[in-house]
């Protein structure tokens, strides 16, 4: 249990970053922080004490494996979070390019 | 020792980590020590068990960090000050953060314990899996055949999101359009 308490603080260290921090890179860098730990904590859930990676080999004997749900989903949303990374940097560049800065208590126009 | 107790030393050093990253003054030390959690989450996959997901998670950390370096690396970085919330804010934020965190410990103790996973699908795919798709990866078997069409939706949204990013960078405001005309 203490395991998804410390993966749950890790969450939150990643919603203070976004809550507090002026800098646009750090907001970016603290979603990163959020990811991660939704990740790990599924990976959590499927973990089995004792069991081994779900991969067959020839002439093994079937010992106890773990979950390998959770493990295929997390795999295709570590991917996303790549792609949501790569989108939030393309809209950090395009304010930096309007505004010169990053810090997001000096961009309050929002026009075209 | 036994996993739990690995697992419990790299949440700490992670968290420990990813504050010191947010709270460092200069933005390529930050960016750059960010990699303690996101190659902490890869050690911890390789100690539950999901060797794939760790060479998946290892190469997400290199790519992000070229792409975080890449576009920020060469532009005029202002002086971080403090937060952006004033003083007694910022402690009530902490606070009701902490809070949050001591308020769901009772959540955490309804679920099932750590290392006793409820498996009713799961069991399913153990004992069927190589039988029914012939792939030896378990985990390949669940994205590529169980779960095809989930994988279909996911991998949309991957390419919705590099279009996005695409789009957004090539895209040019009227005003700076009109600009460029002058110039000619």
Not at chain 2, 126 to 150: F, H, P, Q
């Amino acid at each position: 249990m203490t395991v998804y308490v410390l993966c749950f603080a890790l969450f939150l260290v990643g919603v203070y970053g976004v809550l507090t921090k002026r800098d646009l890179i750090k907001i970016i860098l603290s979603t990163g922080i959020m990811g991660y730990s939704a990740n790990l904590f599924l990976i959590l859930f499927a973990y089995k004490k004792g069991a081994v990676y779900p991969i067959l080999s020839k002439g093994e004997e079937i010992k106890a494996m773990v979950d390998p749900l959770p493990q295929a989903l997390v795999l295709t949303s570590i991917v996303i979070e790549l792609g949501i990374t790569a989108m939030l940097v393309a809209l950090a560049i395009k304010l930096y390019e309007k505004y010169k800065t990053f810090d997001i208590t000096k961009i309050r126009r929002l026009s075209g | 020792m036994p996993v739990e107790t690995w697992l419990l030393f790299i949440l700490s050093y992670m968290i420990v980590g990813s504050i010191v990253a947010l709270e460092l003054k200069n933005i390529l030390a930050s960016i750059v020590s960010i990699g303690i959690v996101g190659l902490g989450v890869s050690i911890s996959f390789l100690f539950l068990q999901a060797p794939d997901l760790a060479i998946v998670q290892f190469l997400f950390e290199i790519f992000a960090l070229i792409i975080l370096v890449r576009a920020f690396a060469k532009r005029e970085y202002h002086e971080e000050k403090a937060a952006r919330v004033s003083g007694v804010m910022y402690f009530i934020t902490v606070i009701v953060l902490v809070a949050v965190l001591v308020v769901s410990i009772p959540v955490f103790r309804a679920l099932p314990p750590f290392g006793d996973p409820i498996m009713w699908v799961a069991n399913y795919y153990l004992k069927n899996g190589a039988a029914e798709t012939g792939s030896a990866n378990l985990v390949t078997s669940v994205i590529l055949d169980y779960r095809a069409y989930d994988t279909l939706g996911e991998v949309t949204v991957l390419f919705t999101a590099i279009l996005g990013a695409l789009t957004i960078l090539k895209v040019r405001s009227k005003k700076e359009e009109r600009e460029e005309d002058e110039d000619e």
